[in-house]
């Protein structure tokens, strides 16, 4: 028997915002700050979850300076990284270096993102505009002439309808606002995976590189204070084989890889620990509608690689808000400025998705797909040159075309 909702509650807004991750909390809290009428949906009762990027980069830094909330944000706890390195066949190979980037700080700051999210949370609930709903999870867009007009969502207490002038998808690389309003989807394809574990560790055992190959694998490593954040990649679909191989032999490779995890390693002890997280690269060929705009993953799904996935999202949410936020002070939005914000941020996610690609054919796939060859002239150039790691550095902490705060 179908059970009936235990309510049908109606809201409605200027902007509904669907999805509560890094894009959606910026734009919310912009739009609000603004002055706009914002309903930000979540389906999840708290932002407290893991298989999140925790990096939070020199360029959304940067836009924490132009809001005023630098100082504040940065006494949450956080590790600042200064240099990416890389460990090949045993040797150091230093990638990056940001001391040179044009922005006040000069590091990434690793930062769990529920922090990140609830700082976020907590700066837009100051403005009686802002309307978080957790627990919320939006089930299909209304459209009427051709004209998105609202979301339906689901509650623990039932069905809730809103109606607003412009639904933002910000609900990541599953995105269901996409896929209802059938927008069309380029897919890159990516042939792995990432194993998403922590190795609890002594705080004392500092760090080293962030990436490692060796032999055909490769590992992410992240020093995050009493444990290590690790990702380790895997051929796609080889998940189950590489279960049956057993537990102990995933520690052996860890550990070769990264020979100073030695003992601690041994914590992983069941499957239960380890979370096997899909990796894609996609981008939407339009990504908008009458009524309707997706940014973020929902837009664009970013690899892992690089890390820099959140602070694409935080981008196109500065973007978003920049183009349109005059006109949803006024009223509602019209297709030219939906248009305008994906002509403004197309080009940057084309550069760093191509990027990723690149790493994901010549380096990553190479290395655990095939057995690893990454020409040594380019580990020679790493080494020798320290000039060339300012490329990778602006890359990844700032990107291409970076966004300001224009909005007030
Ligand atoms: C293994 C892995 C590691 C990564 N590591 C990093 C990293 O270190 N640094 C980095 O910058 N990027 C990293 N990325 C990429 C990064 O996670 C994404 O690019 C980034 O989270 C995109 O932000 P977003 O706000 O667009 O979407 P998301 O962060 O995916 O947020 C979407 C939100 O929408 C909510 N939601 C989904 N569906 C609905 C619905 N129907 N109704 C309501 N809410 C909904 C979700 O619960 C979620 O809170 C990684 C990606 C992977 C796969």
Redesign the pocket.
């Known amino acids: 028997m179908i059970q009936a909702p235990k309510s049908q509650e109606k809201i409605t807004t200027r902007c509904c915002i ?8 910026m734009l919310g809290f912009l739009l609000a700050r603004s002055g706009v009428e914002v309903v930000v ?4 009762k708290d ?1 407290l ?1 893991d ?5 939070i ?1 020199p360029s959304t830094l940067e836009l924490l300076v132009e809001l005023g909330l630098l100082d504040e944000f940065l006494q949450l706890p956080h590790q600042e990284l200064r240099t990416v390195q890389a460990t090949v066949e045993g040797k150091t190979i230093p990638i990056a270096d940001f001391a040179h980037l044009p922005t006040h700080c000069k590091f990434i700051a690793f930062m769990p ?1 529920w922090d990140f ?1 609830n700082f976020l949370a907590d700066k837009a609930k100051q403005y009686p505009t802002f309307h978080l709903h957790l627990e ?4 299909d867009l209304i459209e009427e002439n051709k004209q998105i007009v609202g979301v339906k ?1 689901i509650t623990p207490d039932g069905e809730l309808t809103i109606r607003a002038d412009l639904v933002v998808g ?8 996409r896929e209802k309003a059938g927008l069309s989807v380029q897919d890159f394809g990516v042939p792995v995976d ?1 194993l ?1 574990t922590r190795i609890p560790k002594d705080p004392a055992l500092g760090e080293m590189s962030l990436g490692y190959f060796k032999s055909g694998q490769f590992m992410v490593l ?1 020093d995050r204070h009493d444990y290590f954040q690790c ?1 380790y990649i895997i051929p796609k679909g080889q998940y189950e084989s590489i279960k049956e191989r057993g537990i102990v032999a995933l520690q052996d490779n860890i550990r070769k890889l990264a020979p100073f995890v030695n003992d601690y390693v041994k914590e992983l002890k069941t499957w239960d620990q380890i979370s096997l ?4 690269i996609d981008r939407l060929r339009q990504w908008y509608r009458p009524g309707l705009l997706c ?5 664009h ?4 690689a ?8 935080v981008q ?1 949410a500065v973007a978003t808000a920049n183009q349109l936020t005059a006109a949803l002070q006024k009223g509602g939005v019209g297709i030219d400025q939906l248009a305008r914000v994906q002509r403004r941020r197309q080009w940057p996610v084309r550069v760093i998705q191509t990027g990723q690609i690149f790493v994901h054919k010549r380096l990553i796939n190479a290395s655990v797909v095939k057995p690893a060859v990454i020409p040594p002239f380019i580990l020679w150039l790493f080494r020798q040159v320290p000039f060339i790691r300012r490329l990778p550095a602006y890359l990844i902490g700032v990107g291409p075309r970076p966004e300001h705060i224009r909005t007030k």
């Not at 999805?19 to 959606?24: K, V």
């Not at 910000?170 to 606002?177: A, C, L, Y």
């Not at 997280?277 to 894609?280: A, I, M």
């Open positions: 669907v999805g509560g991750g890094p894009a959606g909390m949906l979540e389906k999840h932002f979850r298989f999140r990027g925790d990096t980069h993102q999210l919320t999870e939006a089930t969502a910000t609900d990541g690389r599953k995105s269901i606002i990432v998403w992240i990702g997280l899909t990796v894609k940014i973020g993953d929902a837009a799904a970013m690899s892992p690089g890390g820099v996935g959140v602070n694409m999202g196109d």
